[in-house]
């Protein structure tokens, strides 16, 4: 059985999109993941199939009705144990560990919002995960599941080219990535670090933990006291 994406959006069109090029497609096309899409517009109601009404309590925009997106829910999710995932911005932060999680099991149902979003007492009523993508407001949810699906895809065994390039990358120690550098050794008058040709692979391994860490600490204050927080420490630095 292949991971499984099942997609609830009122614009099943955006599907596969970018996710069915490159490495991610190859992997479509070879069965290593499948993809369902769910139009949300097939549960509407009335003549419009409408989907949405304006909210309780006053306020711009249009609010997505809990009766339909339950059908649509029931519908993505039927015979399937999977977890059911709302992309939002008042989710909780997606990170690598979320991931990982989603992409070590059978796959994942994700919900895409339009409008102003959805009422919330379906998203309580089927136990629906919350996920942000970032501090930022998306127009929809389409763009965030792509995300989310290309995260994990790229995690499913036989995906990467290298299995250690899921290892050593950014977030897989609590850290950001080291800088990288490929040929030619010299370019527009910037040299490549002389370490990394010096073929001196434990020095090479503490430059790059070194960059590491100097990355995280001025770009990531919030990575860096986490990782901080579980390393020993010399003198405020980790050792
Ligand atoms: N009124 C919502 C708010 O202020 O939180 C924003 C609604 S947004 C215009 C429409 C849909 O885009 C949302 O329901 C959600 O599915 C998606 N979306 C927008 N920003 C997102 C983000 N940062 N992460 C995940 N999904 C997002």
Request: hydrophobic share 40%.
């Amino acid at each position: 059985m292949s991971w499984l994406a099942s997609v609830i959006t009122l614009f099943p069109e955006m599907f596969p999109g970018p996710l069915g090029q490159s490495l991610a497609g190859r992997a479509l096309e070879d069965g290593v993941w499948s993809i369902r899409t769910h139009d949300l517009r097939a549960h509407g109601l009335g003549r419009h199939r409408a989907v949405d009404d304006t909210p309780f309590g006053g306020g711009a925009g249009m609010v997505m009705r809990p009766d339909v997106v339950d059908a649509a829910i029931g519908a993505a999710t039927e015979g399937l144990d999977l977890p059911l995932v709302y992309l939002t911005p008042r989710g909780r932060r997606l990170e690598q560990a979320d991931i990982r999680r989603f992409a070590a099991g059978p796959g994942v149902a994700l919900l895409c919002g339009r409008y102003e979003g959805v009422d919330e007492r379906v998203l309580e009523a089927r136990a629906v995960e919350q996920y942000s993508i970032g501090d930022f407001v998306l127009s929809g949810g389409e763009t965030a599941a792509l995300v989310l699906l290309d995260a994990c895809v790229r995690l499913l065994p036989g995906v990467m080219g290298s299995e250690q390039s899921g290892v050593e990358e950014s977030f897989s120690d609590g850290l950001l990535e080291y800088p990288l550098y490929t040929r030619p050794a010299e370019w527009q008058g910037r040299a490549v670090p002389p370490v990394l040709l010096s073929g001196h692979h434990a020095q090479v391994e503490a430059w790059r933990k070194q960059q590491a860490e100097d990355a995280t600490r001025v770009r990531r204050p919030d990575l860096w006291a986490a990782y901080a927080d579980r390393t020993p420490q010399r003198n405020g630095l980790p050792v």
